[in-house]
């Protein structure tokens, strides 16, 4: 065990450990219940050491003498867990940081899915008969107008460049405060109308209708939910091996 001097030393060193291991363990459960969300009230069955659960590995702790050899100093046997305590810590860092980032992007996502029509992805709303396809020299854009505005549009769009074609505003669908519309005009001109609808306040959305890339970003968000629910099933508190649960 080394000399009485080495002991008062080590004494110092492992309430140290115990700070860190106690600060790591904390962060742990905390991450834990951030990615249970709506299952948080289940933190308490996800919380497994060694595939035993909280009160029975406390109550039967047993030291474990392959990972923590007793033939070691006392002084090794710190340094070992120490270790063990900073990659564990590390690990999580690198683990929130990957959910959280797989988070805010599913975030918005959503937030486009369900904010106004100045903002909200157009995928789910429009659909290819509002669109003329495939022309070599037409174009059909989306314009949000204020609803205020509606017979401003209706009387004004046709005269904001000179190759609209007559007749060809379509209302899309409505929210509380904006119209949807679509247009079609020859695509050389479609610089000069953007530019006379921002004057007018009229948005024009940057929305190109194309039914590989809506079907790639609808596949892109079902990949993002798989990988961020791999990032809590199951859920395991540290237990020596990083092939098991979440390290």
């Keep these: ?58 109550t ?30 590390n690990d999580l860092r690198t683990k929130a940081t990957a959910y959280n980032s797989l988070k805010n992007q599913l975030n918005q996502i959503d937030r486009k899915a369900t904010g106004s029509l100045v903002t909200k992805e ?8 509002d669109f003329v396809l495939n022309s070599e020299y037409l174009q059909t854009i989306c314009v949000v107008v204020p609803k205020l505005m509606k017979k401003e549009w209706e009387a004004t769009y046709a005269a904001l460049a000179d190759m609209v074609v007559p007749g060809s505003s379509r209302l899309v669908t409505e929210d509380g405060d904006h119209s949807l519309y679509t247009v079609t005009l020859f695509k050389k001109v479609i610089e000069e109308y953007k530019n006379n609808c921002r ?49």
């Design 60 to 89: 039967r702790f047993q030291w474990e003498g392959a990972k923590y050899p007793l033939k070691q100093s006392l002084k090794v046997l710190s340094e070992i867990i120490g270790k063990q305590i900073t990659q564990i810590d």
């Design 122 to 129: 157009l995928t789910d709303i429009v659909k290819a008969d």
């Design 199 to 247: 004057e007018k306040k009229f948005i024009v959305r940057d929305f190109v209708y194309d039914e590989e890339a809506m079907k790639h970003g609808k596949n892109e968000r079902d990949k993002l939910v798989q990988e961020k629910q791999r990032q809590y099933a199951p859920l395991h508190l540290y237990d020596g091996d990083p092939k098991n649960g979440v390290f």
């Design 1 to 58: 065990v080394g000399t009485l001097d080495q002991l008062v030393g080590l004494s110092d060193d492992l309430a140290k450990l115990d700070s860190a291991a106690e600060s790591t363990t904390r962060k742990l459960v905390q991450y834990f219940a951030e990615v249970l969300e709506e299952e948080r009230d289940k933190l308490a069955d996800n919380l497994v050491i060694g595939n035993k659960d909280m009160h029975t590995y406390i």
